[in-house]
């Protein structure tokens, strides 16, 4: 009935309700669905055939479309000659009416405008039901159905090759929204950042109706995605007065624009404002139908990590403030003062005052219980080499927690002898001290799965569960975070990460690990070492062709 929960009491609640007619598509599309919507371990509510006995829709059914976030709606051949897939469809229409339920219709072998004009099997349907007695149930049905055909969603026949495409785009959009629905990161452990946020909040300006573009400038670790994620759910929840037709926060730009290409993550950012699950526009020109959308939107958008690669797709994106409608704001952090244009208002992030920065990395290396008066004088002394960076605070706090005095000594010794660039061998000390074991996991992750969920990583290796607790620890360290159920590393740890694979030879053929498409092609194709490739089994590459599109998570080892 539902994955992981069957139970169907008033406290039920559920990411999805899946509408659909039985008779077309359970055994076929509606399954494969259902499949992939379990492989993303989405919580989902299927009915079955004992809750349709009977002339009215059942209360388990009626509880189980108002605790969902989010309805899919199967329209198929025959879905209208159910009464009770239209008395659904009534009922979902009036929760996305009162309560904002997201509803995603999916056009199955049926063109919405016979849903409108009651052409085809929708017509004939309705033939039918012209029968009832009850003639203001039948116009809500017939209302109900005009609406949802001009909802937009998925169309079977439009950009999918074929229905496991389909499939597939279903589940990634309804995994994106559910991301966007989640409830936002507390913001009270944030040590130092609210008079940032406040000041970026003031540069937005917005009681204004001008389109406004706020770069936010700084060094890697420097609190740059925090404050912008804090902005970003301040200003579009449903608490503000301000109000946006459309949004998106585009995470991790040159690491995504590195795997999809930038012209991708600049069409997935257009496609989330404008509520459009598949629109691919392929090319740097945006097209004037795509325009005159956007132009006629007011939008929130957020791109964090942007770099030098990504500078023509955000000229596309930003370079004109007219593409967007009255009242629209920008936001972009970048390590890169270069990238934000002369339309941008700059606003450099600075690093924590000294007693902040102390208070941040005590959150991190003292409980509450061993605060004494030494300890508490060596935090001091430990703080002052992260320069009021909170990243690399963080990570020194997580590596003396719990640890002797003499320990916290030795640490000191260490940071002494560090000369610049002081933030990296700040870092580069916490990796030091982890066992072989983690430090094979924490390259693993620099090199091959940020961004990646954590089932599909764990999936790959022979001991799931023993690599979820390293993982913990790791996370315990601060060397890495998992959000969304995603594994995440800040790209300051990341680099450091694939600068030590880096400096394991001259030679890409010689290192340990091999993610760059460019490496990977040329040992293929002119180094004599032997490649394999790691997963279950160690197998050899022996004259093969790599497509980083087709393979874009294979682990290469090396062996000389």
Sequence with gaps: MASSSTNLNAQSKFDVFLSFRGEDTRTGFTSHVVEALRRKQIQFFIDNEELRRGEEISPALL??????????????????????????????????????????????????????????????????HERIPCEVRVQKWWDSLTQASNISGFHDSRSFRNDAELVEKIAEDISKKLEDLADPPNFDGYVGFNSQIERIKSLLCLELDDVRIVGIWGMGGIGKTAIAEAVFHQISSREYSNHFD????????????????????????????????????????????????????????????????????????????????????IIITTRNRGVLGVNSIVYKVKGLEHDKACELFCRKALSRKNRSDDLLELSKKVACYADGNPLALEVLGSSLRQKSKKQWYNKLHDLTLISEPRIYKVLKISYDELSPKHRKIFLDIACFFKGEQVDNVTRIQDKPTSLRYELEFLADKSLITI???????????????????????????KRSRLWDHEDVYDVLTKNKSKLFVRTKQRKPLNNIKYNPIRYPLILFETFT
């Design 246 to 329: 459309g949004k998106c926060f585009m995470r991790n730009v040159k690491e995504e624009s590195r795997k999809m290409g930038a012209l991708y993550v600049r069409d997935e950012a257009i496609s989330r404002v404008l509520g459009e699950s598949n629109l691919k526009i392929g090319t740097l020109t945006i097209n004037s139908y795509i325009w005159k959308r956007l132009r006629r939107s007011k939008v929130l958008i957020v791109l964090d990590d942007v770099d030098d690669n990504f500078i023509q797709e955000l000229e596309s994106l930003v370079g004109q403030l007219n593409l967007y409608g009255p009242g629209s704001r």
């Design 63 to 128: 509880s189980a479309i108002e605790t969902s976030d989010i309805s899919i709606i199967i329209f198929s051949k025959n879905y209208a000659s159910s009464t009770w897939c239209l008395d659904e469809l009534v009922r979902i229409l009036d929760c996305k009416k009162r309560n904002g339920q997201i509803v995603v219709p999916v056009f199955y072998k049926v063109d919405p405008s016979d849903m409108r004009k009651q052409m085809g099997s929708f017509g004939e349907a309705f033939v039918h």
């Design 483 to 509: 959000s969304y159920k995603r594994l995440q590393m800040h790209d300051l740890l990341q680099e450091m990460g694939q600068t030590i694979v880096r400096e394991e030879s001259e030679e890409p053929g």
